[in-house]
Every structure is written in C-alpha cells, then in structure tokens.
C-alpha cells in the first residue's frame, strides 16, 4: 500500500468532527481571571496616588520656599527704608503715617499678608515688621542723645531676620547712626558706624 492508506493502522477508529470528546477540555475559571486583574488595578491605583501626593508635596514645598524667599528680600527692603527714615529723625507716628502702621507702647508695626500687600487686620497678616524703641537702652551722652532700636521681621512665630539700630543725635544737629543684621540663627554683628555732617 502506498500514499495514505499506507499510515493507517488495522482496526484503528477515526473519528469525525462529531465525535470528538468535549469533557476532556478544562473550563476556564473567569472569576480567578477577574480577581487577579482587579488587585493588579487596585495595586496600580495606589502607587499612582502615593505618587500623586509625593509629587504635590515637593511642588508645594518650592512654592513655599519662593515665596519666603521674595518676602524676605521685598520685607528686608522695607525694613532698610524704614531703618534710614527713623535714622534721619522721623518719630514713630510720622513713621506710621508714612508707612501705614500702628503704634502702640514705643513699637511701630507694619503687617503684610502674602502678597505684600499692607493690612491692618492681624487676622488677615502674613508677614509683620517691628520697629521698637528701647528705652532701657537709650541715655544721654556728651555728644548728645543716644537712641537704640529694632526692627523685626517675623512670619506668625518665626523670627526671618533682625536689624538692631543705634542714632547719635548731637546737639548741633550731627550725629552718628549704626545698624547690625542678624537672623534667628546667627549672631549680631558688630555695628558698622557711619557718621552724618
């Protein structure tokens, strides 16, 4: 025999289409499919989310940061001109109207909220500036008066940065002003005196 009658085999059934035996195919288990996608969903969510709120985390910190960083230029600017205008002989009521403040008990205080802006409402500040006398500090000399003072920058609590004020004021008009610059984690530093006419 030859072609494809050669292969076959005596007494060997073939069997139709129709006669194939289904019961040996395994049914597939949809349910264990469906868990297995559903945790690898729920996984996938919650590495997206804590990422999600890493991510805003480190975004709100650099918005916090720039915006401390402008305030202590802009403030520390203010607080400059401020410390020239008390140095050329203004009082702390002229100051107050000029930089529209509040004085109370030998302290000017200027409040800003966090766009800089001047308030009145301590409810409504971000950012304050101290100017305040110190009496205890203050004495008469040969030369004439000597005035001593500080102005504070402060956001709530926290103290951002300080300058500490000396003013000679002679009797003939003359006289000498010094200023120092600290932050609440350095040291004062030595006054750096310069003397008027």
């Known amino acids: 025999l030859s072609g494809a009658g050669a292969m076959r085999q005596p007494n060997q059934p073939t069997l139709g289409p129709a006669e194939i035996d289904l019961t040996v195919l395994e049914p597939i288990d949809t349910r264990s499919t469906s868990r ?54 203004y009082s702390l009521e002229e100051l107050g109207q000029k930089y529209d403040g509040q004085v109370s008990d030998g302290k ?11 308030v009145v409402d301590p409810d409504k500040a971000r950012y304050q500036v101290t100017l305040s006398l110190e009496p ?6 040969e030369h004439g008066v000597y005035t001593a003072a500080t102005i504070q920058v402060t956001q709530g609590d926290d103290l951002l940065f300080e300058w500490q004020l000396g003013r ?15 932050t609440a984690a350095l040291k004062p530093a030595n006054p750096a005196v310069v003397t008027d006419g």
């Open 36 to 89: 297995s996608f559903l945790i690898e969903l729920i996984g996938n969510m919650v590495v997206f989310i804590i990422c999600t709120l890493v991510c805003l985390q480190v975004f709100a910190a650099a918005q916090s940061a720039l915006e401390r960083s402008k305030a202590v230029s802009e403030l520390g600017l203010t607080s400059v001109n401020l410390a020239e205008n008390w140095k050329a002989g």
């Open 168 to 182: 000679n004021t002679s009797q003939s008009g003359g006289g000498s002003f010094w200023l120092s610059y600290k």
């Open 136 to 141: 205890t500090a203050s004495y008469q000399t």
């Open 108 to 118: 000017l205080t200027l409040r800003f909220d966090r766009r800089l802006q001047s």
